[in-house]
Structure formats: C-alpha cells, structure tokens
C-alpha cells in the first residue's frame, strides 16, 4: 500500500518567516495529494491540494509543489503568523480512494 | 449545509468490550471514510465506504468493522476492545466515488479504554 513520510515532526519559525514541510511517497499510481492543517482539538482541515497533473499550486501564503518523478511534495507557507500554529499532515491518495496520511509535522510561530 | 457529525463525541469503556461509532455525512456525500488518530502513528486509515459496500480497507485486525447504511450513514464496531485501541476516531465524507474529491472530517469520537 501508499507509505507517505512527512519531515521534519516538528518545526518552529519566527512570525514572518517562511515554513517548509516536505513529503515522499511511495505508490506511483497517488494522484491527489491534500494537505490539512489541525488545530489542537479540532477536526482535520483542508487547506490546499493538488492534483498529479499540476506542479504547483498557491493559495495566498500558501503553497504546494509536486515532484511526480521524484515522489515528493512540499507545503510552503510564507510570512507566518502566530496562529498558523497547528498540526499540518500531507496526505496521498490512491486510486482505491485510501488516503493515507503522513504523521504530521507540529509548526510552532513564535511572535 | 451541515457539516459531518459523530456520535457519541466521548466515550469510556472497559477491555473486552465492545463499541460503536457513528457517522452522518455532509447531504449528499455518498463516501465515507474512517481514521484512528494516535499521538505515536497519526492518522491511520481504516476503511472506506461508497454505497454501502467498503471498497477499501487498511491494516487494522479483524476486529475493527463498519457498514455504511442506505442514506450513506456509517458505523464503525471494534469488538474486544484493548488498551491500545484508545485514540480519537475520525470519520470524513466526501462527495463520490467517480473523482477524487475534498474529504471533509467530522470532529470525532474520543474513545477511552480502561
């Protein structure tokens, strides 16, 4: 089945930098990746996706990148603010319609 | 539209016993989708459901079980329960099974094993 690894498990940036979180997977066949973003109890929300026939997508400070020949996509997120605080998991789907989630990635921003 | 809804949100029981959870899909979402969330492992996909028959399974025992119901509500049983079997349970509905599409995530049952 799908193995997604997500890296680094926890990242802490100052208010304004820039945030990277980078994911791998391993089935060839994933064709739609989400990220979703969790804040402490809270339910799983999307943020960004992006489909396997695209590249790259932006959403205001937000951005994904896709890699399909070297299996790995990345969430990019920009001038970063107190409250982007949060668990954020990619995530890549198979044909079957599992999706299977990368362990997370902690961000702190620190003012 | 109503969001995606589970019951019950908590929930204590004891080892050998057994349990289910319930899920009612945002209106008109025929998939629905079942994860156990851990501190350790993360959000780990149970199974899948789209009109009534699970298409997709992940690598959990036996005992965890589900069914999806006429009106694309599901349920999900775990029989025997054991200690590790505690973590929060999420289910997320989507809007077919012909493309991919947005899955959205109910805020889950917390489930507690004594």
């Known amino acids: 089945g799908e193995n997604v690894e997500q890296h680094p498990s926890t990242l802490s940036v100052q208010e304004g930098d820039s945030a990277v979180i980078k994911c791998t997977y391993s089935?060839?066949?994933?064709?739609?990746f989400p990220w979703y973003k969790q804040e402490l109890g809270k339910r799983p929300q999307l943020i960004i996706d992006i489909r396997s026939n695209v590249g790259e997508k932006k959403d205001q400070r937000i951005a994904v990148t896709l890699n399909k020949t070297a299996k790995h996509f990345s969430l990019h997120i920009t001038e970063t603010q107190p409250e982007d605080s949060a668990v954020y998991f990619c995530a890549a789907i198979s044909p079957q319609y599992a999706l299977n989630f990368g362990k997370g990635t902690s961000l702190l921003v620190t003012p | 539209k109503a969001g995606v809804t589970q019951t019950p949100r908590y929930l204590i029981k004891t080892r050998g016993q057994q349990v289910t959870l319930s899920c009612s899909p945002i209106?008109?979402?025929?998939?629905v989708s079942w994860y156990q969330q851990t501190p350790g492992q993360g959000l780990q996909f149970l199974f899948e459901y789209f009109s009534e028959t699970q298409r997709n399974k992940g690598n959990f025992p036996g005992r965890f079980s589900g069914r999806q119901f006429s009106n694309s509500r599901s349920e999900m049983n775990v029989s025997t329960l054991e200690l590790g079997d505690s973590a929060l349970y999420l289910c997320?509905?989507?809007?077919?099974?012909?493309?991919?599409?947005?899955?959205?995530f109910g805020p889950g049952t917390r489930l507690t094993v004594l």
């Open positions: 089935d060839s066949a994933s064709n739609y």
């Open positions: 209106s008109g979402h025929r998939s």
């Open positions: 997320a509905s989507s809007l077919d099974g012909t493309t991919v599409n947005e899955q959205f």
